[in-house]
């Protein structure tokens, strides 16, 4: 959003259309918007009412009816942390005895109204004068709550009396492209890894891609995933690494309902066992997968891998476990495209869901040439087991045999 787009919606008239404009429809918008022009309402802010009411409908599965009340630019509202995560990183300071945290990279305020929301004293810096307007807009019910325009690593926290940090530095360049090297964050990693000598809560959000290799071996590093959507890697220092350094892996669901697993049990030391696919086959979560905590999956299920390179569980017998998905095994073969469309016009199976892992097919274009037909459902999963490709036939459990 520009300046000028800015101004408009702050001003009382702009405001009121915001908040008078119905639940966004993209394809009512072109002709809301004629209607609004019509009615004599600017060009300008039509088109700045129209995008926020985008935004914020958007922004609803991230921060729920907060959005509602809430201005946003397309990138701020990318990076902002889901409302579920937020509370998870409040409560960490919380829970250390900080008292004031220092957000140096707010954005538009997300993690910084979790942290108010807590009774936290927020010290919220952004770099970007347009998004800290907003984010001092957004944080507008919240007196404990202080946006600063500037530099966050300028900040002299001992001055501030800050006693926690966070930051989610920016991964993105000004095009929008993905930024994999950590020198290149904004912050770059490195200067805000220094910042833990000053103040030694210090806590990051960043991609769930970083390698493990790049870890610091100081750091709690949490894998974060919410209803199976890997969303984050939170690395924890000093008092907010409760648990020491290590790996872990957190699931949220939209219930409310948390899991959290751990590496380091003495039974899973080691690689887990491979063995041939049985009764059950398990998918472990995404936040599990990335934080190399397949092995304790597969001590949990009393299972095995179905193949050394893939992060696929099978089992003798069911064993429910919130950090992986449970299939019932019904078929296997090997995988080839004649055979299994004969398997499913055999079994009138019209619509599939294929999962994959460990193989360069397409499940779009896979679908196409089976050239489905029938009124029956099935899920196969395409992967290796013992080097060769299979198809495994499979049912979630719970559903009739």
Do not use: C
């Not at 360049?173 to 490195?190: C, E, I, K, N």
């Not at 103040?199 to 970083?210: E, T």
């Not at 934080?291 to 429910?320: F, K, M, N, W």
């Not at 055979?339 to 294929?354: A, C, D």
């Amino acid at each position: 959003m520009d300046e000028s787009g800015l101004a408009k919606l702050l001003s009382p008239e702009g405001w009121a259309l915001l908040s008078a404009l119905p639940p966004y429809d993209e394809k009512l918008a072109m002709v809301l918007s004629e209607r609004l022009r019509k009615d004599g309402f600017d060009p300008g802010l039509v088109a700045a009412a129209l995008t926020q009411s985008r935004l914020r409908a958007k922004a609803q599965a991230k921060l729920g009816e907060f959005a509602d009340g809430m201005l946003f630019t397309p990138a701020g509202l990318e990076q902002a942390t889901r409302l579920v995560v937020a509370a998870q990183h409040a409560r960490r300071y919380v829970t250390a005895g900080v008292t004031k945290v220092a957000d140096l990279t707010s954005g538009l305020g997300a993690d910084a109204m979790a942290f108010a929301g807590t009774g936290l004293r927020v010290l919220a810096v952004e770099a970007d004068e347009t998004t800290a307007a907003l984010a001092t807009l957004n944080l507008r019910a919240f007196p404990e709550a202080v946006v600063r325009h500037g530099d966050g690593l300028a900040v002299d926290l001992v001055a501030e009396g800050v006693d926690g940090v966070y930051a989610d530095p920016a991964r993105r360049t000004s095009g929008g492209s993905r930024v994999f090297d950590p020198a290149a964050y904004a912050p770059p990693l490195d200067s805000l890894l220094a910042l833990r000598e000053r103040v030694p809560a210090l806590g990051l959000k960043l991609g769930p891609g970083v390698p493990h290799a790049a870890l610091p071996e100081d750091a709690e590093a949490q894998w974060v995933s919410v209803d199976g959507d890997v969303v984050e890697l939170g690395l924890w220092f000093g008092p907010l690494a409760a648990d020491g350094p290590g790996r872990a892996a957190l699931l949220l669901g939209a219930d409310g309902g948390s899991a959290v697993l751990r590496a380091g049990a003495p039974s899973t030391e080691g690689h887990p066992p491979v063995g041939d696919v049985s009764a059950y086959l398990y998918e472990p979560d995404g936040a599990v997968i990335r934080a190399g905590l397949v092995a304790e999956v597969a001590a949990e299920v009393q299972g095995r891998l179905v193949d050394r390179t893939i992060a696929y569980v099978t089992s003798d017998a069911l064993h429910p476990t919130p950090f992986a998905t449970a299939y019932r095994v019904l078929d296997r073969m090997p995988f080839g495209l004649k055979r299994l469309r004969s398997y499913l016009r055999e079994r009138q199976v019209g619509s599939l869901t294929i999962k994959k892992r460990g193989t360069a097919v397409v499940p779009e274009q896979l679908r196409r040439q089976l050239d489905l037909r029938g009124t029956t459902t099935a899920t196969i999963v395409l992967t290796r087991v013992a080097g060769q490709q299979h198809v495994l036939v499979v049912e979630p459990v719970g559903t009739a045999a």
